[in-house]
Every structure is written in C-alpha cells, then in structure tokens.
T-cell receptor, first 120, second 114 residues
Framework: AQTVTQSQPEMSVQEAETVTLSCTYDTSESDYYLFWYKQPPSRQMILVIRQEAYKQQNATENRFSVNFQKAAKSFSLKISDSQLGDAAMYFC?????????????????FGQGTILTVHP | DGGITQSPKYLFRKEGQNVTLSCEQN?????MYWYRQDPGQGLRLIYY???????QKGDIAEGYSVSREKKESFPLTVTSAQKNPTAFYLC?????????????FGPGTRLTVT
C-alpha cells in the first residue's frame, strides 16, 4: 500500500515571499500521479497542481511549482509571491495509474496536511 | 453550472440513529467517492463507485453503506455501527480512464453525533 507523509503540520510565510511545503511518499509502483490540493477555510478542496511520474519535467501553474524527485520519492510544493488568499490547508496526494480490472478507480491517498499561514 | 452538491452542510444526529448524506453531481462522471476527514489526518476513502449499480469498500468502510442507483447520485449512510461518526465528509467524482483526471470535490457535510 502507498503512504504519503507531510512532515510539516504548520508553516508560515510573509506576503510576497516564497514558501516550500514538503511531501514524501512510499510506493513500489513505477508510474503514478501526484497532486497538491488546497483546502481554504470554506473546506472546499481545490486542485493546485498535478505531476505525472513518468514526466521528468516539474509541473508549474502560475505561482505554484513542484520539485519532483522520483528517486527520493519527494514531491514538494513551492508557492512564489505568496498572497493572503493562499492561506489554507494543503494536502499532498498520490494516485496509482492502474487499479483492479486494468483501469484506475482513481483512489487518492492523502498526507496529513500542512496548514499555511500568510502574514501581511 | 456543473459541479457536485452535498446537503446539508451541517447535520446533527443522536447516537444510535442512522443518517444519510446526500451527494449529487451533474458532471456526467462515472466514478464517485466518499472520503472522511478528521482533524490532524488527511482524507480517508470510505467507499467508491466506478459505475452505476457497482461500488467497492475503501479503507474505512466499516459502519457505512452506500448505493449507486443513478449516475448522478451516490448517497452515504452512516449507521449506528460506526463508532466515531462525528467528522467532515467529502464526496468527489472523476471522469473515467487511466489518465491524470482530477477528482472534483463537493463542499462537504459536517456530521455531529451526540
């Protein structure tokens, strides 16, 4: 079974600065997907960024980028030019490519989450 | 607008009562999921369904039941057998396939059992 670990329960950053959230995972699979989800105080889960393991290039979405180290099984999220609206709980998640029957049932395995505070 | 609705947002029940949480989606997605969220823990999968009239247990299915009679609907029943039912429950859906299709989440239901 896969596991996902976020070792930073809480992080803080000054507005306009850069912060990096850590995530490590354990798997025996060679192909998979990794995601970062944001959960603001409204508790609505919002996809921030995704990474396909077979792609070596790190994914980027505007101010959000990842550092994907496949050999080290590490998947960190970097938020540049932090904004007050970035304050939220951030979850790292893992998904296998293939499940039972040869198709992915899409189960996500989540880390414990990191609460990000942004100071003005 | 396409999306996932969960109702109600807050739900209160007495211990020993069964309660059903609603989840409806109009995204035309085949796959649907129920997750439970507790403080200090990530989301954990309760049940999932890949297609109508089919569903599978997730990691923490004990004390829960589901049905999938329609593509749009995937209700979750929290039974009296669930020892710690107070939690935040999230429903999600996803289009099928082996690609990196994301899961879309509903706004969640906070269940409090006293």
């Amino acid at each position: 079974a896969q596991t996902v670990t976020q070792s930073q329960p809480e992080m803080s950053v000054q507005e306009a600065e850069t912060v990096t959230l850590s995530c490590t995972y354990d798997t025996s699979e060679s192909d998979y997907y990794l995601f970062w989800y944001k959960q603001p105080p409204s508790r609505q889960m919002i996809l921030v960024i995704r990474q396909e393991a077979y792609k070596q290039q790190n994914a980027t979405e505007n101010r959000f980028s990842v550092n994907f180290q496949k050999a080290a099984k590490s998947f960190s999220l970097k938020i540049s030019d932090s904004q007050l609206g970035d304050a939220a709980m951030y979850f790292c998640a893992y998904r296998s490519v293939l499940g039972a029957g040869g198709t992915s049932y899409g189960k996500l395995t989540f880390g414990q989450g990191t609460i990000l505070t942004v100071h003005p | 607008d396409g999306g996932i609705t969960q109702s109600p947002k807050y739900l209160f029940r007495k211990e020993g009562q069964n309660v059903t949480l609603s989840c409806e989606q109009n995204l035309n997605h085949d796959a649907m999921y129920w997750y439970r969220q507790d403080p200090g823990q990530g989301l954990r999968l309760i049940y999932y369904s890949q297609i109508v009239n089919d569903f599978q247990k997730g990691d923490i299915a004990e004390g829960y039941s589901v049905s999938r009679e329609k593509k749009e609907s995937f209700p979750l029943t929290v039974t009296s057998a669930q020892k710690n039912p107070t939690a935040f429950y999230l429903c999600a859906s996803r289009s099928p396939g082996t690609g990196g299709n994301e899961q879309y989440f509903g706004p969640g239901t906070r269940l409090t059992v006293t």
